[in-house]
T-cell receptor, first 115, second 114 residues
């Protein structure tokens, strides 16, 4: 199993450009998440999905959109990149919980710089 | 906001046990304590979790106080590869559609020295 993979690993954008980050998981997980991590900080949740075709806002959703057209993929879009979106982006996935929340598995991250 | 408090950093000698403390004085009855770590800007890695009882797995042990207001993660024989930022997180147990999200604080930097 590859686990959680992210594409691309690195990207440099100019202000105003758009891009899509791809997250894929092969563990048949129901839930998927996008986080961002700024230098010296913990991770903050951007958007998440509890199933194919469903998405919801997290803590810092402004400036981002997401889509979950297939269960194994979760896309994060930046329509008009801003320097404030320079960050490391992590995707994660987990099983749907019943009474115990399951652990999240994280991808290796995408390092995005917006100039 | 993170519901846990950890010291910012800690050192440990290689081969010794590393005891990482965490305070979660406002924890609710249905909240679990989770530990993750992040090695050198890689994606966070799950370590262990618990509700009331002490837990042990191949990576670590988790000791939760009887009043559940604090816990300690124990790495029994720390190695240089355990140098990382460790995050203590509380999570709601019941399915609420969005409650699975993890709230990360700044964590605690553990440095294992040779």
């Amino acid at each position: 199993n590859a686990g959680v993979t992210q594409t691309p690993k690195f990207r440099v954008l100019k202000t105003g450009q758009s891009m899509t980050l791809l997250c894929a998981q092969d563990m048949n997980h129901e839930y998927m998440y996008w986080y961002r991590q700024d230098p010296g900080m913990g991770l903050r949740l951007i958007h998440y999905s509890v199933g194919e075709g469903t998405t919801a806002k997290g803590e810092v959703p402004d400036g981002y959109n997401v889509s979950r057209l297939k269960k194994q993929n979760f896309l994060l879009g930046l329509e008009s990149a801003a320097p404030s979106q320079t960050s490391v982006y992590f995707c994660a996935s987990s099983y749907a919980s019943d009474r115990t929340p399951y652990e999240q598995y994280f991808g290796p991250g995408t390092r995005l710089t917006v100039t | 906001d993170a519901k846990t408090t950890q010291p910012p950093s800690m050192d440990c000698a290689e081969g010794r046990a590393a005891n990482l403390p965490c305070n979660h004085s406002t924890i609710s009855g249905n909240e679990y304590v989770y530990w993750y770590r992040q090695i050198h800007s890689q994606g966070p890695q799950y370590i262990i979790h618990g509700l009331k009882n002490n837990e042990t797995n191949e990576m670590a042990s988790l000791i939760i106080t009887e009043d559940r207001k604090s816990s300690t993660l124990i790495l029994p024989h720390a190695t240089l590869r355990d140098t990382a930022v460790y995050y203590c997180i509380v999570r709601v147990a019941s399915f609420q559609g969005g409650s699975e999200k993890l709230v990360f604080g700044k964590g605690m930097k553990l440095t294992v020295n040779p």
